[in-house]
């Protein structure tokens, strides 16, 4: 699936700020090494149905073992084990009964204190990944699942390492036990390590996303296998939000088209970005937030949300934004499956010339029945001459005035146009108005 960073931006997929990071909302892992495996997942969605669905079926298993998952390893077992090969040490006797263990012992305090701590360490991870192997490796497991599981078993099969997982949690080894599966760790299982600790970050980004579906109330999308782009949400809500209000949305290619009006801070933005993150997480394999999702697959997802000018450059936020949708057409020319959404178009220039750029992009991008698009604006007067087109959805979010001037905004999503103008009403209300009139 094709992102471009902009488009990572403006969803708030990654974020400097983490409290209003997509990722760090979703960020499960355990370790560092899950956490990077979970990063790879995000920068790159898939683009095929085959891998989506395996990665659906992945953490539904998950989810269902979820409480017999092994948390005997941590991100501390790992730094352990990975300090234990890069630290430099006197070579491990390979014969660990007495005088060697003692001699060892008392020539070579620090290292050996090393060895017995990082055996500790090692027990806990292999015994970990033992019980893995046994829980995720069934006959309905999905292939990838199996095969990573299958290769887990026999990284684990020298006798040392059974025997290591057989030791009782929390117990320190001896003298004897420590120099044992120290030499044999230190000399003859640092590729399989280095290998099972890559495995077992993939299976931590998994875990991450299971339970961040389990967290979050998300649900397991449908894709549709359909030359057709379409999406189909009930209850789809922005998972940033802390107390979201839910969504229907229904487009196709027959309704290709939303044109969404309303005030400011009634929700367009957040409907937008909410539309759009949940598409992006349905490619990830992961669940989305609503009650229930139906959706093609996509080629990618366009955003035109927060543009900014360049004052390096001598760039404008007009010649940006066009700039923007000059890039957008160029990808979607293809007449692959795109998703595009579009906040406040032509936000850089005059009204009047705001309205007649609008009004040429919009019947222009109305001739692509391959992609969806959502585009919110306050140019409510363009949509008179767009009702002829009936591949357009109009939909609004509705705000209330009350008597005290108050605002209520239900952030529900209704069919038609509004055309409330809020915008002084809001800078008399903050008192803004009263200010300047006594300068």
Partial sequence: MDIDKTTYEDLSLFSHEEEYSIFHKLDCTRTRGGR????????EPFGRIAPIRETQQILAQILRDADQWPLSISNGTIMVMEKFYETAIDEIPPQSVFPYTHIYRIFHAPDYSLVRYSVGHFADFVRGMGKLAKLLDREDSPERLRTLMSRVARLLEPDPIRSLAE??????????????YGHFLRNRFRTATHELIKIYGQLDAWYSMAMANRKYGLCFPEFLDRAEPTIETRGLFHILLPKPVAYDVELDQRHNFMFLTGANMGGKSTFIKAVGTAVFLAHLGMGVPAVAMRLSLFEGILSNINVVDNIVKGESYFFNEVQRIRNTLLKISDRQRWLVLIDELFKGTNVQDAMKCSSTVIKGLIRIPSSLFILSTHLYEIGDELRQYPNIVFSYFETRVREDDELEFSYQLK????NDRLG???????????????L
Avoid: H, Q, W
């Avoid at 002084?424 to 006594?438: D, S, T």
């Fill in 167 to 180: 030791t009782e949690p929390g117990r320190k080894p001896t003298p004897s036990e420590a120099l044992y």
């Fill in 415 to 418: 069919e038609g146009i509004s």
């Fill in 36 to 43: 990077d495996c979970l990063l790879e997942l995000f920068n």
């Fill in 424 to 438: 002084y009403l809001i800078l008399k209300r903050e008192k803004v108005v009263e200010m300047l009139e006594k």
